[in-house]
């Protein structure tokens, strides 16, 4: 009897071994499994990601290829009767034919209004034409589009825009300078100039500075061309107070608020005035200091049409 109950205990040993050798089998199957399985979505992964910036590149590429317009250029001038700004434009377009038309589209993004022009072809790819915009709100934004029609087929096109009118004046300010300003006395004095992009080589006409003290206009003082500081290139100009050592000064009291801007007409009769700094006097300025304080001006530019 002991004999055989020794036996099945061999029996059942040697069964729990083999149980236990075949889980370790199967557990060190599954982890190879796994390694196996996580190996494989790895793989595909990496080939989907491949794909995708494979497919974007191919598609960047068709998009660049599949451009209709191959190069425009503008300039700009104004008409002072409509108000508006006008857009010379011209355009280079790949694929044409005798009867391709192209009608240049704009969009104001700040307003309803939009408007186009139909352009007219010279036979080579080239078109031109004259995009009127009206110019009421100077920091309106505009958008571009080109309708290009080839065989009875229409295709349209982004060709970008302009943030605001004002990239589009004759007259554009580029910042400037100043000294200061400096409060002792009861009076406020700076020495400064004002940049000026003439983007058409138009006449300045009437250059000067207006002082608001309080937000009333006190004082006009004319400017003067500055060679010394920007040469005048017919591109970049700068101007200064036309004043003994090109020092400005005025009486004010501590608390008040002064703002200065430039002012002038160009050559079509288009009456501008550019934001150009501001301060609050806060007190007398230390023997042992230059002043300072000033700010570039927050306003917007102002547009005057002629009547």
């Not at 186009?116 to 934004?141: I, M, N, Q, R």
């Not at 990239?167 to 004002?194: N, V």
């Not at 700068?238 to 005025?250: E, G, I, Q």
């Amino acid at each position: 009897m002991d004999g055989k109950q020794n036996w099945m205990k061999t029996a059942i040993l040697v069964l729990c071994a083999a149980l236990l050798a075949v889980n370790l089998w199967q557990g060190k199957r599954l982890s190879e499994l796994e390694r196996a399985v996580w190996s494989a979505q790895n793989s595909v992964m990496d080939d989907i990601r491949n794909m995708r910036s494979s497919l974007s590149s191919r598609l960047g590429d068709l998009e660049r290829t599949d451009r209709l317009v191959q190069d425009w250029d503008y300039t700009t001038s104004v008409d002072v009767e409509k108000r508006c700004l006008l857009i010379d434009v011209s355009m280079m377009i790949k694929e044409w034919r005798e009867d391709t038309e192209a009608e240049l589209c704009w969009t104001n993004l700040n307003s309803d209004g939009e408007g186009s022009v139909l352009l007219a072809g010279d036979g080579t790819g080239t078109f031109t034409g004259v995009l009127e915009l009206p110019a009421a709100e100077p920091s309106d934004g505009i958008s571009l589009d080109v309708l290009i029609q080839n065989d009875g087929t229409r295709y349209r096109e982004k060709l970008g825009g302009w943030g605001d009118l004002s990239m589009l004046l004759p007259l554009q300010t580029k910042g400037g300078s100043w000294g200061g300003p400096e409060y002792r006395d009861g009076k406020t004095a700076s020495d400064f100039s004002i940049d000026l992009e003439n983007t058409c080589g138009t006449k300045i006409v009437e250059p000067r500075f207006r002082v608001y003290l309080n937000g009333e206009l006190a004082q006009e003082v004319p400017a003067e061309l500055r060679e010394d500081i920007c040469a005048d290139s017919g591109v970049m100009v700068c101007y200064a107070p036309a004043l003994p050592d090109r020092t400005w000064s005025m009486a004010c009291e501590t608390g008040d608020q002064i703002r200065i801007t430039f002012c002038c007409q160009d050559g079509f009769g288009l009456g501008y005035e550019f934001p150009f700094m501001e301060w609050t006097i806060e007190g007398a300025t230390p023997d042992n200091q230059a002043g300072s304080g000033a700010t570039s001006g927050s306003g917007i530019l102002s547009l005057t049409w002629p009547e």
